[in-house]
């Protein structure tokens, strides 16, 4: 310890001195230049925990504390690999879960049963009547082939990116519709990512699919 009692501790990402043999949330919260008023979260120690006006935590040589804070007076809850969470705000990123919980890169994040894991760097609504449920799970290796549908038929695909060109020939096998002069194609599709669940492609552009995912192929006389 030193002589003078002094540590640092993380607030709001910064590194600041404190001073004494423990800290308290006013502390923190005078610290993070939001005076008497506002929320308090520790997030060391691999959970993200309310620490309540007038509680301490006590200040240990060797042991970073590290704090949030935030503005207003609602705590929100969620779960995290089975431990209740307490956040300061309407919504927690993916990314935040991340680090205050030390998930590497080689686990996904789950929510609520989902059949898809979440984003990275997606948004978590808290403001739901229960709280969230994160489940944490070793990622799966990308599937080298995907089943997606074309024209009413499902086709395997060996691989997740496919062109244009790729389709027009998996929708018209046998034929070469793309050099035809006299043909105008059109590729549509739908049930796509989240971002862009459906749209249009234009002659030799690529899109990255998904399992399940639908696509149109049209082919019509140009006049």
Known sequence: MNGDDRFEIEVDGRMVAATGSAVSADGVLALSGL??????????GGRAAHLVHGASVSLEPGIRLAF??????????????GLIWDWGDPAITETEIRAIGGIGDDVDLWRDGGSEPLRRGSVVDLTTPWPP???????VPERSSVPV????????LERPEVTFEDLVGLAFPGTDLVSASSRALTV??????PDRPEGSLLAQEAIRVR??????VSATNKS
């Open 133 to 139: 449920q994160i489940d944490a799970r070793d990622a």
């Open 188 to 193: 549509t599709y739908r049930q796509g990512p």
């Open 211 to 216: 399992q399940g995912e639908v696509f149109n």
């Open 149 to 156: 549908v074309i024209n009413g038929r499902q086709v395997l």
């Open 68 to 81: 949030r804070t935030f503005r207003g007076a609602t705590v929100r809850h969620l779960r995290v690999a």
């Open 35 to 44: 005076g008497d008023g506002g929320i308090v979260i520790r997030v060391d």
